[in-house]
């Protein structure tokens, strides 16, 4: 039997060449519904949102302990269509660009409803997906009609937050370690190494230069060796998972018996690199920086740096035009409604180039779309 909603799709506007969004960003597009004959909608809305989760279980005994935990950020909906039975009275209605309110009578064919909003300025985390939890920031359209099962349609938009809303103390400060160590059994003497970082933040592409004094006292030779790693922290009532992995390996020149040597090595710090995250209560992305003398038959004295991998630094963003809508050939926008919807979220508005508008935009306290970040626990 034919569907009488034969498709919802999401499609918004890419600012970037990366497809990535940060804070204060417009996420501006088109939601397209397909109707295969007359239907009557009883509402239809978009949702903006952003959320953290984490889930993993463990077995002891012949028990299984489920860890859950989630974090909401925001949350916020426009209605192209309200229920007129609906007893909220904060719903956002969008509306034509001629001020009309969209017919909940839709005829077979293509329509189509823009919208558009901001990523909020608050310190938010980046987008993120591991092995067990996700910090996602996403659009969902959902269409009600009366005694049928909702229509429903989401697409994720990849975020990256701005380093310089969430400051960690000591990025540019210098590190500094020392290690020594006797060794024993099939080698003698000592080795010693001093090593020192110009500071602890890096942007992904940059290079971190590690700086050593090596001193090789014993009766083999040595190599130097470096090592990059990963560490995700998954918190759930009470409880911590953490998985590492090594990301980048580099070996140094070798050094002789009673010899000692200053070196440098430069780590290239790979331009798709993951990011530190530390500003998610229940999920952390860190890294780790090991620096480690290899000795033969010996145990390898090492030491362990705190780094921050910091995002690239972004070219500016330019918004370019839907494509979605002339798949179905058919005019984007055109006469189905207003192509640039007003803008709600935080912060300055910043519409789409060429936009002449009426008036000055809706105040923040007017519409209340983004509650404080400590009431969504208890309304959400």
Known sequence: MLSTIKKIEITYNSINASNTFT????????????????????SFYIKFKGKADVLWSERHGQTTHVYHSKDKYFSVRQYFITDPNSKDDQQTLITHQSGETYSNVLPPGIHVYPFSFQFPLQNIPSSFKGENGKIVYLLEAALSRSMRMDSKESTMINFVGRGDLNPVPGLMEPQHESKDKKMKLF??????????????????????????????????????????????????????????????????????????????????????????????????????????????????????????????????????????????????????????????????????????????????????????????????
């Open 23 to 42: 804070n204060g960003d417009i996420v501006s597009g088109h939601v397209s519904v397909e109707v295969a004959k007359d239907c009557q909608i009883s």
């Open 187 to 380: 080698t003698s003497g000592t080795v010693a190494m001093d090593v020192n970082l110009e500071k602890s933040g890096f942007f992904q592409g940059e290079g971190l230069k590690v700086k050593a004094f090596i001193k090789n006292d014993s009766s083999r030779e040595i190599k130097p060796k470096y090592c990059i790693y990963r560490k995700h922290s998954f918190f759930a009532s009470g409880k911590r998972k953490v998985h590492t992995k090594d990301l980048i390996k580099e070996v140094g020149r070798p050094i002789p018996p009673s010899a000692s040597e200053n070196v440098t090595q430069v780590i290239a710090i790979p331009q798709d690199v993951e990011t530190s995250i530390l500003n998610c209560s229940i999920i952390k992305v860190e890294h780790r920086l090991r620096v480690y003398l290899d000795v033969k038959y010996a145990s390898d004295p090492e030491i362990k740096f705190n780094i921050v991998i910091l995002p690239a630094q972004q070219v500016p963003a330019v918004a370019t035009a839907p494509t979605a809508a002339s798949d179905f050939g058919i005019e984007p926008f055109g006469s189905y409604g207003n192509p640039n919807p007003p803008v709600w979220g935080f912060g300055p508005q910043q519409p789409p180039p060429g936009y002449q508008p009426a008036g000055p935009p809706p105040s923040y306290g007017a519409h209340g779309m983004y509650p404080p970040l400590n009431e969504f626990a208890n309304k959400y």
